[in-house]
């Protein structure tokens, strides 16, 4: 595991594997993990914690679990007695050899811990305090490491791709957690982040869940001396900056400058075949959406390159700017202003919030951009059937082999149609398919395709579909076949058809 540089304001020190592997075990025995907590805890996911009323929930813990929340979650002052008994000797002593528990300096007899620490995901991670935790004043340091339980954090794990057998990063890695994640499958995984801080804090956490976890600290790719890797993936800082630059949350004027930076790299340092995800907030200017953006970026690479954005939430600009101002430290009226004014001259129309999707295509094929809309639920395997159709559509064979396919509406598909008077009776104007499932989709066709549609029903082919309408007289005179089955893919891409193409030549 690579070094990183001395940081004498960081807290926690190693240990050996040994010692850590004795209180790995410990929380284990006791269940001190996510799934544990939500489920006695009545949470959804880690990232209610607080919201949990622990004057009544805590009572529900068991002792030995109650005092390790208590001194590692909640950041409450436990008496040292108390704990040594209920860890055991060798693990207090692990607690203090690696700076877990301090001495307080207020209350006699009693130790803290100066970190978070916390389970996510299946591993046991910390990172900073939010707070002083003997009640004094408390200024959120520019360096600061997020916690891994955040709900943004917690939805960029969920996006995570399966990086089995592979060499994976993780940039703007903050405590580690998300190279934890793919080093699950990766053959290998490293975590890199800007600033030394977060870098031990990613190396520490390695050492703590037993992981080869590589930690290394620079900007972006800087540390990474030109190696390559199959899989890519960050959940960057993304907040417009507002003259006073906090690390972990400010990416230049409109808060795509990191964004940018990892996705101009990647001609560099993503191998043919392998894939970038992205979990951000970002811009549609006046021009052009985010990833269209985000295919100029690559620059002479563009056409090696398939974009899918997951669009989560549109964002006005005064909403990101007000939130900013409510949740910003000493953020001024002038600084707002300012900030607008940047972003108006930037031609900025609107903030999207969501994952943005990069595979270097092998062979290289010519693919357009595409939007999708999501919800939170959406996970790796959303995306990863939609990324394999888009590789299937760009094959010279696809079409031949979508004309013979026979393909059937998927279980969330719903065709409304909406109606108006005429001549005293209801009269369809409008029909629209939608789905509703973790990627949203919504076809509006003309009426005359209609009919046409409906007969797909995993019985008849495409190509059947579309010569019975042409003997009977239901198409617009010249109407080509290639133009239906284009229609076709777009509603099987979409999710709202599934198709099983068969295989193709290699």
């Not at 001194?71 to 436990?78: A, D, H, K, Q």
Request: charged share 25%.
């Amino acid at each position: 595991m690579a070094s990183t540089p001395v940081d004498p304001r960081f807290p926690l020190r190693p240990a050996s594997e040994e010692s850590l592997l004795a209180f790995r075990e410990f929380l284990r025995e006791i269940e001190f993990s996510d799934h544990s907590l939500c489920r006695r805890l009545e949470m959804d996911d880690m990232s209610d914690l607080g919201t949990v009323n622990w004057e009544v929930r805590s009572a529900q813990l068991p002792g030995r679990l109650r005092l390790v929340v208590d001194l590692f979650v909640r950041g409450l002052l436990v008496h040292a007695g108390t704990l040594q008994a209920t860890v055991g000797e060798k693990i207090f002593a692990t607690l203090r050899e690696t700076g877990l528990i301090e001495d307080s300096r207020i209350n006699v007899g009693s130790v803290y811990c100066p970190v978070w620490l916390y389970p996510a995901d299946g591993f046991v991670v910390a990172s900073d305090r939010r707070n002083d935790p003997e009640g004094g004043s408390f200024e959120t340091p520019e360096d600061v490491v997020f916690p891994g339980i955040y709900g943004g954090t917690l939805r960029f794990l969920r996006m995570l791709p399966d990086a089995a057998g592979s060499d994976a990063l993780d940039l703007c890695g903050g405590s580690g957690i998300g190279a934890f994640h793919l080093a699950r499958t990766a053959k290998s995984a490293a975590t890199s982040d800007l600033t030394p801080r977060a870098a031990r804090f990613a190396e520490f956490n390695a050492r703590l869940n037993g992981l080869a976890v590589e930690s290394l600290c620079g900007d972006l790719y800087q540390p990474l001396n030109g190696r390559q890797f199959d899989v890519i993936t960050a959940h960057p800082p993304f907040v417009p900056s507002t003259g006073k630059t906090l690390v972990y949350r400010d990416a230049g004027e409109t808060g795509e400058d990191v964004t940018r930076g990892i996705i101009t790299g990647l001609a560099d340092h993503l191998r043919p075949g392998g894939c970038c995800m992205i979990t951000c907030i970002a811009c549609d200017t006046r021009d052009q959406t985010f990833e269209q953006r985000v295919k100029d970026w690559l620059g002479a690479a563009r056409e090696e390159f398939d974009v899918i954005f997951g669009l989560e939430k549109v964002m006005p600009v005064d909403e990101v700017l007000d939130s900013i101002r409510k949740r910003g430290q000493h953020v001024s009226a002038d600084q707002v202003a300012a900030m607008r004014e940047r972003l108006q001259a930037a031609g900025t129309r609107q903030f999207v919030y969501g994952t943005i999707w990069l595979e270097r295509l092998r062979p290289v094929r010519p693919l357009s951009p595409i939007r999708v809309r999501i919800t939170p639920a959406a996970t790796a395997a959303d995306f990863h059937r939609l990324r394999m159709f888009r590789r299937e559509r760009a094959r010279p064979d696809f079409f031949p082999r979508l004309a013979a396919a026979r393909p059937a509406y998927s279980s969330q598909s719903q065709l409304t149609v909406r109606h108006v008077p005429k001549d005293g009776l209801l009269v369809p104007v409008e029909f629209m398919f939608t789905s509703e499932g973790p990627l949203n989709a919504a076809f509006r066709p003309d009426g005359w395709v209609v009919p046409l549609l409906a007969r797909l029903n995993g019985s008849v082919s495409v190509s059947e579909v579309f010569r019975a309408a042409a003997d009977s007289g239901e198409l617009p005179e010249g109407f080509p076949e290639q133009v239906f089955l284009e229609l076709i893919a777009t509603v099987v891409e979409q999710g709202l058809l599934e198709a099983d193409l068969g295989a193709s030549p290699a």
